[in-house]
């Protein structure tokens, strides 16, 4: 077996590193081979695994390479509250050696970012893990035009407006009063960020619907996100969304639960 590590963490404290020295021991002293991942798609050769240390920020860079390669994704918690990076280091090794887990197909987003869009648009990497987002980048309220299937809804006034799979449910979405959805889930999420209109509410859609955005402001740009990364994109450009034809493969080790999670990290 062979394990790429893909870590996205700055200093380590002398224990966690600690704890992170064992897990790569009892990895290579079962005859695993770890390769640490610096960039070069060659780290990736033959692997099995992507092993994802960090917090849930490092595990959603590293999704981007376990899709683009297909490799099933580990997240390994060295964070504050990871969901997604919610294994101890310690768990590791055991289930992987032993075979104790599962790999969850999870839903990724795709967007289309057509008419009015800047030159770095053409360039941008149009998925999600987690969510999109649109949001204002000066001081003007955004007017957000959403068509599902078709149909258009009213016009959110916001600061924005998130969609998100049932992965993101627990990241940004939740702190714009999202609910909490659990994985296995077939739904996106649409929340709007401070919204002006006062009656309107998070919206659970079909994860099958197809959705379009047109984006209004006084200002000339508006900021468009795909979990960490960001891209300006001009006022009334037309975004379309839905699920990407394929997932991406998460590993969920025998002692993990979505519930268990919730309850230690939530209270």
């Known amino acids: 077996m062979k394990v790429a590590v893909y870590n996205g963490t700055g200093n380590l404290s002398d224990a966690v590193q600690a704890r992170l020295d064992e897990l790569w021991d009892e990895l290579n002293g079962s005859g695993c081979e770890t390769a640490f991942y610096r960039g070069d798609s060659q780290d990736l050769a033959d692997c099995d695994f992507i092993l994802s240390v960090g917090g849930d920020g490092t595990f959603l860079s590293a999704s981007a390479l376990s899709v683009r390669n297909d490799i099933p994704i580990v997240g390994v918690n060295t964070g504050r509250v990871g969901f997604l990076s919610e294994n101890r280091p310690e768990d590791v090794a055991r289930a992987l050696l032993e075979g104790d887990y599962e790999i969850e197909e999870r839903a990724v987003l795709k967007a289309s970012i057509e008419g009015g869009a800047t030159a770095e648009a053409e360039k941008f990497w149009p998925y999600a893990f987690n969510e999109f987002t649109v949001h204002r980048s000066g001081a003007a309220m955004l007017g957000i035009d959403v068509d599902i299937d078709g149909i258009s809804l009213p016009t959110y006034w916001a600061d924005g407006l998130i969609v998100s799979t049932c992965s993101g449910s627990t990241a940004y979405s939740l702190s714009a009063g999202g609910p909490i959805v659990l994985p296995g889930s077939k739904v996106l999420i649409l929340t709007p960020i401070a919204p002006h209109n006062l009656n309107i509410r998070p919206l659970i859609v079909p ?21 960490t990364r960001s891209l300006e994109i001009n006022d009334g450009t037309l975004i379309r969304m839905g699920v990407a034809q394929f997932s991406l493969k998460r590993v969920r080790l025998g002692s993990s639960h979505f519930i268990k999670a919730l309850t230690e990290k939530l209270f």
């Not at 006084?218 to 468009?224: E, I, P």
């Open 207 to 227: 994860d099958t619907v197809n959705l379009s955005f047109r984006v209004h402001s006084r200002d000339t740009k508006v900021v468009f996100t795909a979990d």
